[in-house]
Structure formats: structure tokens, C-alpha cells
């Protein structure tokens, strides 16, 4: 009886992160656009400003906050996965979408195991942070054993974050809901 319990349990629990997984992401996606730009506008100094750095250093940028994060520069398109005493724990290079996040904070709002790109590519571990003017921006790995996308196609909105499917591996264990991604330059 004991085992049947804690199978309910582990069920429902389940089921309440999936529910609050979606709500958090459809409440992202209804943010009025009045919102969404005093948010972009208020990202710190911090964050959009510093000294001018090494864009092929692989050494985590200053300014980027502390604690457990993920730090994704849009310039140098290059990741750092950060654990909570700020000890990088892996980073490497991605391929950005046609579409960037806008420099700032945020937070994992959403995850799919598997699904269908807006670019019709199969792809897994989506980890999803923010939106753009109604686009989902996140990361995730292609499924295919092709080469990887080295460009987006501009003529395609695409908000996905393309990471190999080790890095990819590596984002699905870091990268859960409510885990703080930090968007620099």
C-alpha cells in the first residue's frame, strides 16, 4: 500500500510542475507589450555596459551576476552554465536563431523534451526563458545527425538557441524551471 502512495504522490507532484510549467509560459506569452518593453528597458547597466572584453575568451564575463545561473551573450554566442558558489561548470559556443533576446534577467519558464523548431527542425531539451514580440526564445539541440545550422535563415523567425546535443544534454540537467538566465552582450 505504501508503494501504491507514494506512486499517487509522485504522480500528482508531476502534474502540479507540469500545470505550473505551462501557466508559467502562457503567462509569459500574455504579457502586454507595454510591459515586456519597460522590463527590456530596465535591464541593468550591468548587464548591457562594462568594460570592453576578450570576445574569444571562454573566461566568464564580469558583471554577470552571481550565484546558480546560466549566461548567454549574445555578442560572442557562447553559454557559461554557473553553479551557486559561481564556479563555471561548463561553456561553450551556440548557433543564436534569427531572432536575440534582449539583454537582462530571466528565469526558465518552460521545458519540452522533444518537439518541432519554428524552423521545422526536430529538435530536444528545449529550455525556453523569455519571448519576443510573441516568439519563444530558448535553448535546444537539433535531433539530427546532420551538421549543425551554422546561420539562421533570416527569411525564418527563429527564437531557438541551437546547442549540440552534449551541450544541449548538459542545459536539460542545469537548466530547470526558475533557474535565473542571464542575457548580456
Given at each position: 500500500?505504501?508503494?501504491?502512495?507514494?506512486?499517487?504522490?509522485?504522480?500528482?507532484?508531476?502534474?502540479?510542475?507540469?500545470?505550473?510549467?505551462?501557466?508559467?509560459?502562457?503567462?509569459?506569452?500574455?504579457?502586454?507589450?507595454?510591459?515586456?518593453?519597460?522590463?527590456?528597458?530596465?535591464?541593468?547597466?550591468?548587464?548591457?555596459?562594462?568594460?570592453?572584453?576578450?570576445?574569444?575568451s571562454?573566461?566568464?564575463p564580469?558583471?554577470?551576476?552571481?550565484?546558480?545561473r546560466?549566461?548567454?551573450?549574445?555578442?560572442?554566442?557562447?553559454?557559461?552554465?554557473?553553479?551557486?558558489?559561481?564556479?563555471?561548470?561548463?561553456?561553450?559556443?551556440?548557433n543564436?536563431?534569427?531572432?536575440?533576446?534582449?539583454?537582462?534577467?530571466?528565469?526558465?519558464?518552460?521545458?519540452?523534451?522533444?518537439?518541432?523548431?519554428?524552423?521545422?527542425?526536430?529538435?530536444?531539451?528545449?529550455?525556453?526563458?523569455?519571448?519576443?514580440?510573441?516568439?519563444?526564445?530558448?535553448?535546444?539541440?537539433?535531433?539530427?545527425?546532420?551538421?549543425?545550422?551554422?546561420?539562421?535563415?533570416?527569411?525564418?523567425?527563429?527564437?531557438?538557441?541551437?546547442?549540440?546535443?552534449?551541450?544541449?544534454?548538459?542545459?536539460?540537467?542545469?537548466?530547470?524551471?526558475?533557474?535565473?538566465?542571464?542575457?548580456?552582450?
Amino acid at each position: 500500500m505504501a508503494g501504491t502512495s507514494s506512486a499517487v504522490v509522485a504522480g500528482l507532484t508531476a502534474a502540479a510542475l507540469a500545470a505550473v510549467g505551462l501557466l508559467s509560459y502562457q503567462a509569459r506569452m500574455t504579457v502586454p507589450a507595454s510591459l515586456a518593453a519597460a522590463a527590456r528597458a530596465s535591464a541593468s547597466p550591468s548587464m548591457t555596459a562594462g568594460p570592453p572584453r576578450d570576445h574569444h575568451s571562454t573566461a566568464l564575463p564580469s558583471g554577470s551576476g552571481t550565484g546558480e545561473r546560466v549566461v548567454y551573450s549574445v555578442d560572442d554566442n557562447r553559454v557559461w552554465l554557473v553553479d551557486r558558489g559561481n564556479q563555471v561548470q561548463r561553456t561553450y559556443k551556440v548557433n543564436p536563431g534569427s531572432v536575440d533576446p534582449y539583454p537582462g534577467m530571466y528565469w526558465v519558464t518552460s521545458r519540452s523534451n522533444a518537439i518541432i523548431g519554428t524552423d521545422g527542425t526536430p529538435i530536444e531539451h528545449v529550455v525556453r526563458f523569455t519571448e519576443v514580440d510573441g516568439l519563444a526564445v530558448g535553448f535546444s539541440a537539433a535531433v539530427s545527425s546532420g551538421a549543425p545550422r551554422t546561420e539562421a535563415d533570416p527569411t525564418v523567425r527563429t527564437g531557438g538557441i541551437r546547442e549540440s546535443r552534449a551541450d544541449g544534454d548538459a542545459m536539460w540537467d542545469f537548466a530547470t524551471i526558475g533557474v535565473r538566465v542571464l542575457v548580456i552582450h
